[in-house]
């Protein structure tokens, strides 16, 4: 079955989901979320849709990327 | 879950049907009829109506239905003057941080200033640059610089008012991460700065510098509007909020300022109790017995504040007790710093020398530290003394501040009072 993320759904609460999320959102470049103490306070309003347009990174990366990793995002 | 998602249809739906119902008054504005005719079916069709939802319909009016911009334009004036009594009317602020003067309020105003200035004036003359780097253009990135450099106030707000609330609840991490970036923003302008006072003829290097200024500070703009704010909204109190407006003075703002002061809606402003509980006017009575005479809490805390220095106590465990509160303070202090370790009220750049410093106070190797730095027109001399007891125990450090250039300065002698 596939796992499911919003683009608009908190980091945190994606990670508290599937833990490997966060390994994942690291490997794209958004470093800052391994940092101590990140995930539990900014990633409770940090969504993936901000974190595109924070760091400009290309949406389908950010899908295919997590896509191999057996993840589809949903609007 | 599914009732909040039906809710979202809903009101979706009225959103659309009241454009529908706005886009034919706006036709029939077009196609001639008056001001008066149309102002009462507005008023019964549109129950409230937000900015948002206007530039929503004049957008569908644009690409919908094919209507040119210059005619948008052209009603525009006789739409708002339908539209604003409306707007202001039922468009009530939110929430309390949307009201002017609110520390949140102020943080967007001066982030609108911000934006004008790097995504339209330093914008525009970096591209001139690259065109022609003669030193009329030169001059206006200099200016343009100068005048950012004023986000210094706005990111200090940031640093030693905020950060410490957000302290209080045990957020650390994104407060230093962000205070580290904050600093390389204002060692960035600095640096392009005084590229541009010495060019040497490098157009590339300069493009570079002052793009990455742009995307820096465009970045932090949306990481305090998307993250730090709604973080902090959700954690500090109105009585906090309240405090932050309060002692924002003191750091100063940056290229705007609050129009006027925020007074939150409520019964009875505590106004008194907070001033009680914190301000001076809350000094307790009494006196206090020293070796050397008895003087009163207020004698004492005059004269504290009338010494030509500034003083920064900070106790055994590192946190800051007490700051003098003179005429003229050389680094600012806010009261949000009282009871903050003296860690997380240093730069993170610096905060190692800090650290060796009372490292080796507290293991009795020093116990005292100078230091001399000319900043502007002062010449700021900064010592250092290790607090022990008669046991030679440590019981914190004393941050002794001065402008010594005018002491400097001093030549041959004076014996008569002036005039």
């Known amino acids: 079955m596939d796992k499911i993320l919003q683009w608009d759904e908190p980091i945190f609460n994606l990670v508290n989901r599937y833990p490997e999320v966060k390994d994942i959102m690291v490997e794209l470049g958004f470093h800052d979320i391994a940092k101590p103490g990140m995930l539990q306070t900014a990633g409770r309003f940090m969504t993936l849709s901000k974190g595109i347009a924070l760091k400009k990174v290309d949406m389908e990366t950010v899908q295919r990327t997590f896509l191999q990793h057996g993840f589809t995002i949903q609007k | ?419």
Request: charged share 30%; with cysteine.
């Open chain 2, 1 to 419: 879950m599914s009732e909040l998602i039906n809710n979202r249809e809903h009101t979706a739906q009225e959103l659309t049907e009241r454009q529908q119902t706005l886009k034919e008054i706006i036709k029939e504005l077009h196609a001639g009829k008056s001001v008066d005719e149309v102002k009462a079916r507005f008023a019964v069709a549109v129950g409230g109506v937000s900015v948002a939802e206007i530039s929503a319909m004049e957008h569908a009016l644009m690409t919908e239905e094919g209507i040119p911009v210059s005619e948008v334009q052209r009603l525009c004036s006789v739409h708002t003057s339908i539209f604003k009594g409306s707007i202001e009317d039922i468009h009530r602020p939110s929430g309390p941080e949307e009201q002017p003067g609110h520390p949140v309020h102020t943080f967007k105003l001066e982030n609108r200033e911000i934006e004008q200035l790097v995504n339209f004036k330093l914008s525009l003359h970096a591209d001139q640059f690259q065109k022609d780097d003669s030193p009329k253009i030169i001059y206006k990135l200099l200016e343009d610089l100068s005048l950012l450099l004023d986000l210094d106030k706005h990111y200090s707000r940031k640093e030693n008012l905020v950060f410490p609330y957000l302290e209080r609840y045990g957020i650390f991490g994104p407060t230093k991460v962000m205070w580290g970036v904050d600093d390389s923003i204002r060692a960035a302008i600095k640096e392009a700065k005084s590229l541009l006072t010495e060019y040497n003829g490098d157009r590339e290097q300069i493009g570079k510098a002052l793009a990455h200024i742009m995307s820096e500070v465009n970045e932090m703009i949306f990481k305090e509007e998307n993250i730090l704010l709604p973080m902090a909204l959700s954690k500090l109190t109105e009585d906090e909020w309240l405090k932050i407006a309060r002692e924002s003075e003191e750091i100063g703002f940056c290229l705007t300022a609050p129009e006027r002061e925020w007074i939150p809606e409520r019964a009875e402003e505590p106004a008194e109790a907070l001033e009680q509980t914190e301000g001076t006017s809350g000094t307790p009575q009494g006196f206090v017995r020293f070796e050397t005479g008895i003087v009163s809490v207020q004698q004492l805390e005059l004269l504290l504040n009338h010494l030509p220095v500034d003083l920064t106590f900070i106790d055994e465990n590192d946190i800051v007790r007490y700051f003098s509160h003179g005429k003229e303070r050389i680094f600012a202090r806010t009261k949000a710093v009282i009871g903050r370790t003296v860690q997380n009220c240093h730069p993170p750049q610096s905060m190692h020398v800090v650290e060796k410093l009372l490292e080796d106070f507290k293991a009795g190797r020093k116990d005292a530290e100078d230091f001399w730095i000319p900043i502007k027109d002062k010449f700021v001399y900064i010592r250092y003394f290790a607090i022990r007891d008669a046991e030679d125990r440590y019981l914190g450090t004393l941050e002794f501040t001065q402008n010594i250039a005018p002491i400097r300065a001093l030549e041959g002698q004076k014996r008569i009072l002036s005039e």
